[in-house]
Each structure stands twice: as C-alpha cells, then as structure tokens.
C-alpha cells in the first residue's frame, strides 16, 4: 500500500510542476525567441576602414541581450507578416495595417567617446553589441509606415559609458521618407542612472474613443507642428494613436 502511495505522490507532483506557470514563458517572448535570425549584423569586428564616419579608433566593448521581460510588450509580434492591425476613430472609420517585415538579431551600434588626440577631425568610438526586435507596420489609405523598435538603449556620457537599459521606440516616417522618432520608453532600467525619458509618460488608466485602457506608456513630443501621438500597453502592444489632425484610432481586438 505505501508502495502505490509514493508513486502517486510523485506522479502528483510532476504533474503539479509541469503546470507551474512560472515554467512557461509568455507567449510574446516565445514569439520573438524563436525568431532569433542567423545574420551576422555585429560591425564591430570590421575594420576601422569599413566605418563611413570618420574614425581614428574604434574599440569593441559590450554585448547585452534584452531582458525577457521586456519581449513582454511585443504581443503583436506574435501575428504572422503580412497579418492585418485594425484601428478605428469614434466615427467608425477603420484604418488597416498590414505587418510587412518582423525579425529579431544582434546589431551594432557606435558611440563617439572623444576627440582622437593626432587628429582633431576624427574621433574615438565605442561599439557595443545589442539584441534588436524589430517590426514595420504600414497602412494604406492614409499611408503611414512605422518602425517599431525594442533595443538596448546605452546611456551616454563620462565615466557612464557601460550603465545600459532596454528601450522601446516607434519610428514613423514623414513625406520627405525620414523617420520621426514620436515615442520612446525604458522599459527596463537594468543599470542606468534615470527610470525613464524626460519625455515618457506612463498613464496608470486612460479612456481613448470609449474604452478604458490600463498601465499605458505614451510620449509627449513637444514637437511645434501638429504631430503623431501613441499609446502602448504590455497586454495589447500599440493600443492607439492621434493622428495630425487630432483623431484619436483605437485597437479593433
């Protein structure tokens, strides 16, 4: 009887730890890991030559991998290229916009550190390997393209070079095909010396067209012209944006 009794007992709690949620990543951060890409992006171990911009030295310093915590607020990653995001106004009027490029990798990314000392003209960089996710959504009628980024922001400055964080971004771009940066958020602190952007705001609850969205992040510009304003949330990914004219475009879920 003691024999069925221990084997039971752990048949229970196998089956107990195989159904313990903190086993399971969420679904966004599976998403994206499975999509990790093979190219070699890292331009750090180029030479000083292949660099465009005029540098006398360029040292290789760190490689930082996000936190998974921060893959979290990419759910709409998870929709497949070519996947359709709908949003509405509160008249009813629907744009799409169509998913058409996803990936995510190791980059480079160059920080000029000082002036060289035998040639003014030119200066010292640091070049630091970072993960990057990335997404480009587009619409048609109005045509808006949107890069929207999650990468390793690294903080800038003496003495503060190696302090680093995880940084969201959307980029959109304009009639010239330049891109705006309209939002940006820390995520995750990690080991910089500021919690967020002087920019970034973070709305506990907001009603937008309606509905009441919670913990949302948003951006104030300060843009002079008349500009683009989004509202992201981990549960959702982009939940809504003002468009120039001031209309405001919910998620259709």
Known sequence: MKKYFNLALIIYLFSACSKNP???????????????????????????????????????????????????????????????????????????????NKWFNQTSIIITQSICEKDSQKMIGYCYVIDIVFM???????????????????????????????????????????YLVDFAAILSKRTLSFEAFSNQEFLPSIVLNGKNYMDVLSYDSHYIYPTFKFYYNKRSGLIAYKDKFGTIWTLEE
Request: contains cysteine; glycine residues 4%; negative net charge.
């Open 136 to 178: 480009t959504l587009e619409s048609e009628t109005p045509k808006i393209r949107l890069n929207i980024e999650l990468t390793t922001y690294i903080e800038q400055g003496s003495n503060i070079n190696e302090r680093y964080g995880d940084e969201l971004k959307i980029e959109r771009q304009d009639s010239n095909n330049f």
């Open 22 to 100: 903190e086993n399971t990543l969420p679904a966004s951060v599976e998403c994206i890991n499975n999509s990790k890409g093979i190219a070699n992006l890292n331009q750090c171990e180029y030479s000083v030559g292949n660099f465009p911009l005029p540098y006398c030295d360029i040292q290789q310093k760190s490689k930082y991998k996000l936190d998974e915590s921060s893959k979290e607020y990419l759910p709409q990653y998870c929709q497949q290229k070519g996947s359709k995001i709908k949003y509405k106004d509160d008249k009813g009027r629907t744009n799409i916009f169509t998913i058409l």
